[in-house]
Each structure stands twice: as C-alpha cells, then as structure tokens.
C-alpha cells in the first residue's frame, strides 16, 4: 500500500512539475522549430534559420530530426511535454541500470541519497534544458550494461546509436580498443555508417551525403562562433582558455556577457589550443596506459579481465574503469557543457558501491561522496546570478571531476591490489 501511494504521489508531482518545466525550455525549442523547417519542406538542416538563428541553430546529424518526424507533427505544448516524460523516463532508465551495475548500493539508502545529491543538480539542468544529451548518456549506459554482460552486438548498436546522434561518446572507442572487444567495435562502425543512411529514404543518398559533409564542417571543423557564445566550456579546454588568454565576454551575441575574467596569462588563443591539445593526448593516453597496466598485472589472475570469468570482481573491476573513461572524456573533450555532467552519476555510483564497504577503500570512497554531495548540494543554492556565473568561469565543475578521476584511479589501483592478493592467497598456503 505505501509503495503503491509513493508511485502515485511520485507521478502526480512528475505531471506538475512538466506543466512548469515546458514553459521554460532552452534546447528543445531549437529541435521543435528544426522539426518545424523540415516538415514544411526544408532540407537545408544547418541553414542559421532553419531553427532559431545562429546561436540557437540545429548541430545534430540527419537522423535525429527524421527518426522524431512524428513528434514534429504536434503542437508545441503537447511536444514539448511529450519530451520531458520521455526525458523522465530516460532519467528513471539511468538509475535502475547503475542499480543493476552496483548491486551493493541496494543495501544502503544513505549510499543512494549521497548519489542522488551528488548529481541531482545536473539532472535538474537538463530537465530544464530540455537537451539531447539525456538520451545519449542513456544510451552508454545501456551499452556499457551489455558490454558488462557480453553481449558485445547490442553493447556495439547502442553506443553506435548514441555516437550518430551526438559525437561526444566516440571518445571511449579506444577503451573497447584496448579490452579487444573487436566484434563491439565491428558493430560501432558498421552500424554507425548504417544509422547515417538511414535518412537517405528520406532526403535521398546524394542530399544526405552532402548534409552529413555540411554538418561536419558546422559542428566539427568549425567550432569557434559556440565555443565563444555558447555555455562556458568546462573540459580542460575551456580551463585553460579562460585561465590563460583573454575572453571577451561582451562579444557574446546572446546578450549573456555579464562573466568576469579570471585570466593570469594573455596568451594568443591558437597558442593555448595548441597546447590544450598536447596535454589532454597526454592524460587521456596516461589514463588508458594506466588501465592497460593494471589489466596486464593481472594476466595471470583468476579476475583477469581476459580471462573469459564472468564473476562479480570482474565486472565490478570493469564497471570502475568505465566510470573512469567517463570522468576522462569529460575532463579530455573539446566541449563539456555543465549538462555534460549528468554522465557522472555511473562514477559516483561507482564510488558508493565501494563506500558501502568498511575496508580502508569504502571509507575513502565514503569521504570522497560525502564530498562531492555536499559541494554540489550547497553551490547551486548560492544566491545571486553573479556567484553562479563566478562558480561557471572558475569550474567548479571541472574540479569536481578531477576529484572523482583521482579517487577513480587510486580506487582501481587498490581494488586490483586486493585482488591479486586474493588470487596468491591459495598459492601461499599450498605445502
């Protein structure tokens, strides 16, 4: 009965709260008025007016604007809300798969509110944006639930899914690379090529072609103008920008300028680039270094990862360096948006799974959530546009996954030590 009054109660407040979140959203009034162009018998996607001009303009391939043809055809209110109990409903998605990756959580309420609060924040934000990202995070972490399983194909086809979408989760290729999970690969790249012609029934192979090539130049080769008046960038890029050269915020087009300058450095832009390019290539082959290192520690372990073993260790251990490769991605990539963020609840239910134990491991697990819910619980509640601003041009943000990349490493390097001592265990006490 009480569940029963909790789900009901959990879902009027979900169809009240969509009746305030509809009226306020950022992003998908951007799809809506693309959606709009193209059932009007457009095909010029990345045209500065197809949707809402050039800030607000459509930078997603083809397929996302076709494969959701029928939400087009509605009117915007019913829509829009369509989208938010969809994105719901991905949020609910999110958390029962990190509930089947980290079983130990199950246990512990306190452990699951420390998570909620540590990612609560970000998951408001894209409510409220109303963003693509939320599908495509669900998406990894449905791939991710297979690659644990397995099941490489549909691992492979989700996460295919997820790149033809949105480009950004193509950064963790080389971690399956690394695993030589080549049919996962395989069926990345046949089924990405797939999912790109797709929309060819509908725009026809020689348009879509040149869509996909425009698209490319747009969003991939020619990323200045968003970088410069789009969401404060918080991957190291957008650290060193900020802390390094000089941002002229009243350039912004959007009239969002008021953010102070924090610079110690005038350095010429290309010059920073070229640097931030240099030093992310490092940390992001330092970190798949260190991975491949441990793994190949324990070859000879009964937990190797290339073993065939499907234990429990096993796929915790693997679970943790994906929630690694994560925090990487989002520390190495040319663009994190502060909604990029949501990604980090697979690492901080990482960590709780381990501060549900009380060894030495769990109770620095324990310190680093408590942490990080409690900084992320405070700082959106600080009053004032201004503080908020200061907090995004800092990147606060950014800090806080060089935490968890930190103590994500310390925890990989630990949890492998305990293992191989439990691998030589018998060995020890064998005449």
């Given at each position: 009965?009480?569940?029963?009054?909790?789900?009901?109660?959990?879902?009027?407040?979900?169809?009240?709260?969509?009746?305030?979140?509809?009226?306020?959203?950022?992003?998908?009034?951007?799809?809506?008025?693309?959606?709009?162009?193209?059932?009007?018998?457009?095909?010029?996607?990345?045209?500065?007016?197809?949707?809402?001009?050039?800030?607000?303009?459509?930078?997603?391939?083809?397929?996302?604007?076709?494969?959701?043809?029928?939400?087009?055809?509605?009117?915007?209110?019913?829509?829009?809300?369509?989208?938010?109990?969809?994105?719901?409903?991905?949020?609910?998605?999110?958390?029962?798969?990190?509930?089947?990756?980290?079983?130990?959580?199950?246990?512990?309420?306190?452990?699951?509110?420390?998570?909620?609060?540590?990612?609560?924040?970000?998951?408001?934000?894209?409510?409220?944006?109303?963003?693509?990202?939320?599908?495509?995070?669900?998406?990894?972490?449905?791939?991710?639930?297979?690659?644990?399983?397995?099941?490489?194909?549909?691992?492979?086809?989700?996460?295919?899914?997820?790149?033809?979408?949105?480009?950004?989760?193509?950064?963790?290729?080389?971690?399956?690379?690394?695993?030589?999970?080549?049919?996962?690969?395989?069926?990345?790249?046949?089924?990405?090529?797939?999912?790109?012609?797709?929309?060819?029934?509908y725009f026809g192979f020689t348009r879509n072609t040149e869509l996909l090539r425009t698209w490319y130049d747009h969003v991939v080769v020619s990323q200045q103008f968003h970088e410069d008046n789009g969401p404060i960038d918080l991957s190291l890029k957008g650290e060193m920008r900020r802390y390094l050269s000089?941002?002229?915020?009243?350039?912004?087009?959007?009239g969002d300028i008021y953010y102070p300058s924090l610079n110690f450095a005038r350095l010429d832009r290309e010059r920073v680039e070229q640097a931030w390019a240099v030093l992310a290539a490092a940390i992001f082959a330092g970190g798949l270094a260190l991975i491949w290192w441990l793994s190949r520690r324990s070859?000879?372990?009964?937990?190797?990862?290339?073993?065939?073993?499907?234990?429990?260790?096993?796929?915790?251990?693997?679970?943790?360096?994906?929630?690694?490769?994560?925090?990487?991605?989002?520390?190495?990539?040319?663009?994190?948006?502060?909604?990029?963020?949501?990604?980090?609840?697979?690492?901080?239910?990482?960590?709780?799974?381990?501060?549900?134990?009380?060894?030495?491991?769990?109770?620095?697990?324990?310190?680093?959530?408590?942490?990080?819910?409690?900084?992320?619980?405070?700082?959106?509640?600080?009053?004032?546009?201004?503080?908020?601003?200061?907090?995004?041009?800092?990147?606060?943000?950014?800090?806080?996954?060089?935490?968890?990349?930190?103590?994500?490493?310390?925890?990989?390097?630990?949890?492998?030590?305990?293992?191989?001592?439990?691998?030589?265990?018998?060995?020890?006490?064998?005449?």
């Open positions: 009965m009480k569940r029963t009054i909790l789900i009901l109660a959990c879902s009027i407040a979900i169809v009240l709260l969509g009746l305030v979140f509809i009226r306020h959203l950022i992003d998908f009034p951007v799809y809506y008025a693309a959606g709009q162009s193209l059932i009007g018998g457009r095909n010029d996607l990345y045209s500065p007016d197809f949707a809402l001009g050039t800030v607000m303009d459509y930078r997603y391939p083809p397929l996302f604007l076709v494969m959701l043809y029928p939400l087009w055809l509605m009117p915007y209110a019913v829509a829009a809300y369509v989208w938010f109990v969809l994105s719901v409903l991905e949020i609910v998605g999110c958390f029962l798969l990190v509930a089947r990756v980290f079983p130990a959580l199950q246990q512990s309420t306190k452990s699951w509110l420390i998570v909620f609060l540590s990612v609560a924040q970000y998951f408001v934000m894209v409510l409220h944006y109303g963003n693509v990202h939320l599908p495509i995070i669900l998406l990894s972490f449905a791939s991710f639930y297979f690659f644990l399983l397995r099941r490489d194909v549909a691992a492979g086809a989700l996460l295919a899914l997820a790149i033809t979408i949105k480009l950004t989760p193509i950064l963790l290729l080389p971690y399956f690379a690394l695993k030589r999970r080549w049919k996962l690969l395989s069926a990345v790249c046949i089924l990405t090529v797939i999912f790109n012609i797709v929309p060819s029934l000089t941002i002229d915020y009243s350039q912004r087009v959007d070859h000879g372990s009964r937990y190797s990862d290339f073993s065939g073993d499907k234990s429990d260790k096993r796929d915790d251990f693997l679970a943790s360096e994906l929630a690694f490769m994560l925090c990487l991605t989002l520390l190495v990539g040319p663009l994190t948006s502060k909604i990029y963020f949501i990604a980090l609840l697979w690492p901080a239910a990482c960590l709780a799974n381990f501060a549900v134990d009380k060894s030495r491991q769990g109770r620095f697990a324990n310190r680093v959530m408590i942490v990080l819910a409690a900084i992320n619980l405070v700082l959106p509640l600080l009053p004032g546009r201004s503080i908020q601003r200061l907090l995004l041009v800092v990147g606060a943000d950014f800090y806080l996954n060089c935490l968890l990349i930190a103590a994500l490493g310390y925890i990989l390097v630990t949890n492998r030590r305990a293992l191989e001592r439990q691998s030589a265990a018998p060995q020890t006490q064998a005449p």
